[in-house]
């Protein structure tokens, strides 16, 4: 995107957020006239009527529990009414990752939504391109593309991800606003996760002067990159220094597309083998590899965060920018901050890529000061884009082009400011409750602080904590929690122990710590598990058709996923429970 194109863009963003309150008005008649006939609004007697008022007064408040019986049809292939959700017809499905619960859900997608994520992008991009101009190099890029399955009815559905690759536009869409991927597309859309990071990698350090920034659509897969970087690179070497692929690449179109770009370059393959052979800890390495790389960027907030540390160790003194707010339901906002740490980053709303509502979220009296995250809100009717106040917080409710009308996201946010006329959200946790027996309401950004807490225990020890899950056992009298941490290397029991202590403290929601005061919740347990239990769940996801580059550890584990459930209860090595409470 050159400089003018930046600049366009950038202003059509700043006149359009002027006056926010006129655009969400015709946002809403747009997707109320384009959708007149769908279904689901003329089941609530909305009859064509497109102002604000009718709309909120004839259309309640939804979940995807709600919308799930029309989305179902639509798979289906429901004959009796084309316009089941939308106007038009809904032509491919997006697929969640289901890893929290087992099962993905089945999402809408169609041109709206695909049209919104091109802007997303392109606003984002422009301020990003702002602050940390990039020439004409090229991008690494961590992305993957998944198993596509037909439906019932005859439609695809794959990952919100890969909807958008394949989307015949895409390419010419991003042509101005993209550096060129590192990797083939084939690389992208392999058949072998593994095979395909083991090439995004080759590709990437074969353009090791050109790469400008380093991108995969969540922290949690960058990471996983580097980690497996430190496993294969003398692999890599080989293939650079003698010009030839390694037998592992065994897919035919990976293994055509990557040989043509692979010659024997043994001044490369030293230079690689120094840096990495010379690398005591493999901090900064991306920097080292990648000297041109101006930055690291991807979905970092939420259940990303405990990633950050790592990421920070592999990208020295390389920023860490957040990519933008959204979900497979549809996106928010844009990252026009991008200086910001990623623990302090703030999305702007589009206000004509949806229509959007918020629901105060307000604290009971006597729990204002309350440190958890899992206090049980107090809901209020929803405001408007613009009648949002900064400091308070908010469920966000969105309403767009593909089907989706007054649906909670389930997300906590915060207004952090404004920007013009629009709000500026900063993501606070989602709100569903993981961890519950009794009065007890943890979050997952309780199940994070506590983690951390006990993970600077570990950091004496020069440890880290690779990834981590949990679940309520409800097989003992009391139930109790159970925290899952895979380690970087072995410990000794006292530390372990204290860390069982550390983890049960630092919930500090009051239903939990008046439970294990009176015991109607037994001591935390912190179960040890093999090097490698994480991969084993990531093989497990992708095996179901997961996209890598979609892939979110399940933070909780609950009974309907009972296939991690085999995976985590075989892997543990070593068990240790809290005494914090005493021996109650």
């Not at 106007?87 to 997608?109: D, E, H, N, R, V």
């Not at 390389?318 to 302090?344: C, F, K, Q, R, T």
């Not at 908010?394 to 207004?415: F, H, K, M, S, W």
Request: a negative charge; proline letters at 5%; one cysteine or more.
């Amino acid at each position: 995107m050159t400089v003018s194109c930046i600049e366009t863009v950038i202003e059509q963003f700043e006149e359009m957020t002027r006056d926010t309150r006129r655009v969400q008005r015709e946002t809403l008649r747009k997707v109320l006239e384009e959708n007149a006939d769908a279904e689901y609004l003329r089941n609530f007697g909305l009859e064509g009527r497109t102002d604000e008022e009718s709309f909120k007064k004839c259309v309640p408040l939804c979940t995807h529990q709600d919308v799930q019986p029309f989305i179902q049809r639509i798979a289906d292939g429901d004959s009796h009414s084309l316009a089941i959700l939308t106007g038009k017809p809904i032509t491919s499905l997006s697929l969640s990752s289901g890893t929290t619960q087992g099962k993905p859900k089945f999402i809408p997608f169609n041109d709206e939504l695909f049209d919104s994520t091109i802007q997303i992008y392109r606003t984002s991009y422009a301020f990003r391109s702002r602050e940390y101009p990039i020439s004409n190099g090229k991008a690494l890029q961590f992305l993957y593309g998944s198993k596509q399955t037909i439906t019932k009815g005859g439609i695809i559905a794959t990952t919100a991800t890969t909807n958008l690759f394949r989307n015949s536009s895409f390419k010419s869409a991003m042509k101005d606003i993209q550096a060129q991927s590192c990797s083939p597309d084939a690389v992208i859309f392999g058949s072998d996760f593994h095979q395909s990071l083991y090439c995004h990698l080759l590709c990437g350090l074969i353009y090791s002067d050109e790469v400008q920034f380093v991108f995969s659509t969540f922290a949690h897969s960058i990471v996983h990159s580097f980690r497996t970087l430190e496993k294969i690179w003398e692999d890599l070497c080989a293939d650079i220094r003698d010009g030839v692929l390694s037998e592992r690449i065994t897919d035919p179109s990976i293994r055509q597309a990557v040989s043509k770009i692979l010659y024997p370059n043994p001044e490369l393959a030293d230079r690689i083998y120094n840096t990495c052979v010379g690398s005591s800890n493999w901090y900064g390495i991306i920097p080292q590899l990648w000297p041109n790389a101006k930055y690291v960027s991807g979905i970092m907030t939420g259940s990303m965060e405990p990633y950050l540390k790592k990421l920070r160790h592999y990208a020295g003194h390389l920023p860490l920018m957040s990519a933008d707010y959204g979900s497979s339901e549809g996106w928010i906002g844009a990252n026009v901050d991008p200086s910001l740490p990623p623990e302090e980053a703030t999305f702007a709303v589009l206000p004509n890529i949806g229509y959007f509502e918020f629901i105060p979220l307000e604290r009971p009296i006597g729990e204002e000061l309350e440190s958890s995250a899992a206090v049980h809100y107090i809901e209020s009717e929803p405001v408007g884009l613009t009648e949002v106040e900064v400091g308070k917080i908010y469920e966000p409710v969105l309403t767009n082009g593909a089907g989706l009308y007054r649906y909670r996201l389930g997300d906590v946010v915060q207004i952090a400011g404004f920007h013009n006329s629009t709000p500026k959200l900063k993501f606070i946790c989602r709100r569903s409750l993981l961890l519950t027996i009794n009065i007890d309401k943890n979050t997952e950004k309780d199940l994070q602080v506590s983690v951390e807490e006990a993970s600077k225990l570990l950091a004496e020890e020069k440890l880290e904590i690779v990834d981590f899950t949990s679940l309520v056992d409800l097989s003992t009298d009391p139930g109790h929690y159970v925290i899952f941490w895979e380690l970087s290397s072995d410990t000794t029991t006292e530390v372990l122990n204290n860390c069982a202590n550390c983890l049960d403290l630092a919930f500090k929601d009051g239903g939990y710590v008046g439970s294990r005061k009176t015991n109607a919740i037994g001591p935390l347990e912190l179960r040890v598990l093999r090097k490698g239990t994480f991969h084993n769940i990531l093989d497990h996801f992708l095996g179901l058709g997961a996209a890598v580059s979609q892939f979110k550890t399940p933070r909780f584990v609950g009974p309907s996923n009972h296939q991690v459930l085999q995976i985590l209860n075989r892997n543990v090595v070593r068990s240790y429970y809290s005494t914090a409470y005493g021996n109650l």
